[in-house]
């Protein structure tokens, strides 16, 4: 059994930060890519961000100068710096990962955390 588990999400200013965690236990054989999504009321997942097994990153454009993807291979967590936010940041934020468990990589998804900017 694998679980991903968020935290770190909450109500904020338009230009403020928050940092979101995404924590993977489990049986847990190796992990391959890491990533952030998020969903808006009536708008599909979009990916946010994603980090390789070597840390090299890539986000959206939307995002990008502004929040900053990272793990910790040893802690197998990845976070989220997000950095002047906006209102249109406002959404729930997902943890996904690949990850080898037995001799299958498999998808996995965190459960959710609300991130809303207003003020």
């Known amino acids: 059994q694998v679980q991903l588990v968020e935290s770190g999400g909450g109500l904020v200013q338009p230009g403020g930060s928050l940092r979101l965690s995404c924590a993977a236990s489990?049986?847990?054989?190796?992990?391959?890519?890491m990533s952030w999504y998020r969903q808006a009321p009536g708008k599909q997942r979009e990916l946010v961000a994603h980090?390789?097994?070597?840390?090299?990153?890539n986000s959206s454009d939307s995002v990008k100068g502004r929040f900053t993807i990272s793990r910790d291979n040893a802690k197998n967590t990845v976070y989220l710096q997000m950095n002047s936010l906006k209102p249109e940041d406002t959404a729930v934020y997902y943890c996904?990962?690949?990850?080898?468990?037995?001799?299958?990589?498999?998808?996995?998804w965190g459960q959710g955390t609300q991130v809303t900017v207003s003020s």
């Open positions: 996904h990962a690949y990850i080898l468990v037995d001799l299958t990589p498999r998808n996995f």
């Open positions: 489990g049986s847990i054989r190796s992990i391959y890519t």
């Open positions: 980090v390789s097994t070597t840390g090299i990153t």
